[in-house]
């Protein structure tokens, strides 16, 4: 009573008075949204690329440039986000990352695989990828960790201590900033993809993210499931699965086959034994000169920098299917592309003047990876047990990370079957096969190695959209143009 006395004392504003106030504060209101909007206008402004040289006409918006994930150390991840045209929107978002580790996505993910562009032999001009997957979704494409192709550190320390654990953590670090200044991605449909040692990445960020939304109400990162292809999954079944694949195809001796087993199954994946290192340099004398990545295609016919590459890990100590990618000549044309100073320009990229030339993948960061678990069921069966869509799909004709790895993996987790193994088309030809499991789809893509959208661009575009549309591949054919 006494309040409302109170307030019936006060002095009444003329009418005139009270529009002039209410005038000014809508005013102000107004002021305030608009250096609102301009301040996140200016992050777009500094980030949109309006085009990249050589590049062909597009219907569709593009922004790349760096978030820091450690101002200490000055830890700073490059990403390229190629959105989907603006009648495809409101679509979901997907983070797809490539592995090694030390591999940039950049040179694998979005210029050789799913981007929207592909790169011309001449390493200055690009053409539309006809099977881009950012029709359908916003494509995040991601370089990490520090030291990946743009991805830099101010901290030498930081490329001799990389690791799966600090890649997780710096990645979604990189997430929650990078919402920030994309907020209208905030609470989209959110998945994240990738392939080959990101077998590790994807499922070790996407249990960072599901754990960090658990105590939240309605998190603004809308994590709905991830998919992994040719990916790193269980290091004993892995090496079983791989050298059998070996074995079958004809590429190893039957002694040779006997000698792996007998040296490396029990090994790590990233730090193989004397005797496995041993093992494993006479199947590569064996194996001779093929695309290890793609086994029935021709190399390129120049010196491969990734057979190169390879012979350079065995003497380290490293996996030799983990360390690369696949190469015909792709890769040499990204290394020309991403090297002129006026593509760097138009992609915002190396603004520190790293003092390297930019590489499809880190040796330095391979060479001395620390932490590199064993196996990652663990975490398929805790994000499985959460309810998340989970796929994985593999190239059959994939020797590095080869679909036997992948199945033998699969089958230790012991999921129930839920629609058992059969073929899927694309229009009247088999595209693969798949089956599905509680909890988890299987897809193969026949003929493809392990760059699975660069060796089947249609086939991984129907992939990519029955993933996301939740539907089981397509197991009967129907009336369509082929390619």
């Known amino acids: 009573m006494e309040q409302s006395r109170m307030a019936s004392r006060r002095p009444r504003l003329p009418l005139a008075r009270v529009v002039q106030v209410q005038l000014v504060l809508l005013l102000g209101l107004v002021c305030r949204l608009r250096s609102a909007a301009a301040a996140e206008a200016s992050w777009f402004a500094g980030d949109r690329i309006s085009r990249l040289p050589g590049q062909p006409p597009v219907d569709f918006d593009m922004y790349a440039g760096y978030i820091t994930v450690d101002e200490q150390a000055g830890r700073a991840l490059f990403y390229w986000l190629q959105e989907a045209p603006a009648a495809a929107q409101p679509a979901p978002l997907v983070l797809w990352l490539n592995g090694g580790p030390g591999c940039s996505s950049v040179a694998y993910g979005a210029s050789e695989e799913l981007g929207a562009f592909r790169i011309r032999p001449d390493g200055a001009t690009l ?3 006809d099977y881009r997957w950012n029709k359908v979704a916003n494509i995040l494409f991601l370089d990490s960790p520090a030291g990946v192709g743009f991805s830099y550190t101010n901290t030498t320390s930081d490329l001799y201590n990389s690791g799966d654990n600090r890649t997780a953590h710096d990645s979604y670090k990189f997430l929650v900033k990078w919402f920030e200044r994309f907020p209208q991605y905030k609470y989209r449909d959110f998945y994240i993809a990738g392939e080959s040692y990101a077998g590790h990445y994807v499922p070790q960020l996407s249990q960072l993210v599901y754990r960090k939304n658990k105590d939240v109400e309605k998190p603004f990162i809308n994590f709905k499931g991830y998919m992994v292809g040719n990916g790193v999954m269980d290091d004993y079944h892995d090496y079983i699965g791989t050298f059998e694949y070996w074995w079958n195809h004809g590429i190893v001796s039957d002694d040779t086959y006997r000698l792996l087993k007998a040296s490396c199954v029990h090994d790590s994946g990233e730090h193989p034994t004397p005797a496995c290192l041993a093992a494993l340099n006479v199947s590569t004398a064996e194996q001779g000169d093929i695309d290890m990545y793609s086994l029935y295609t021709p190399t390129c016919n120049e010196t491969s920098s990734a057979a190169a590459r390879q012979q350079r890990q065995l003497k380290h100590g490293h996996y030799p299917w983990m360390t690369g990618s696949y190469d015909p000549c792709t890769e040499r044309y990204s290394m020309e592309y991403y090297n002129r100073p006026e593509v760097q320009k138009a992609l915002h990229a190396n603004v520190t003047g790293i003092n390297y030339t930019w590489a499809t993948c880190s040796d330095i960061l ?11 069921l663990p975490i398929y069966r805790e994000l499985i047990a959460a309810g998340l869509r989970i796929w994985v799909f593999s190239g059959d004709t994939d020797a590095v990370v080869p679909l036997t790895a992948t199945r033998y993996s699969i089958d230790a987790l012991g999921l129930p079957t839920t629609i058992s193994w059969y073929p ?9 096969w798949s089956q599905v499991y509680k909890g ?11 760059e699975v959208p660069l060796h089947r661009p249609r086939q991984a575009f129907i992939l990519f959209e029955h993933f996301l549309q939740a539907k089981p591949m397509p197991n009967a054919p129907t009336k369509g143009s082929l390619d």
């Not at 391979?366 to 990652?376: A, E, F, L, T």
């Not at 899927?424 to 693969?432: R, S």
């Not at 988890?440 to 392990?450: C, D, I, N, P």
Request: net charge positive; charged share 20%.
């Open 127 to 129: 053409f539309l990828n």
């Open 366 to 376: 391979n060479d001395y990876w620390r932490d590199s678990p064993r196996s990652v």
């Open 424 to 432: 899927w088309y694309d229009a009247i030809k088999v595209g693969g």
């Open 440 to 450: 988890l789809s299987l897809v193969t893509v026949r003929g493809a190695g392990h």
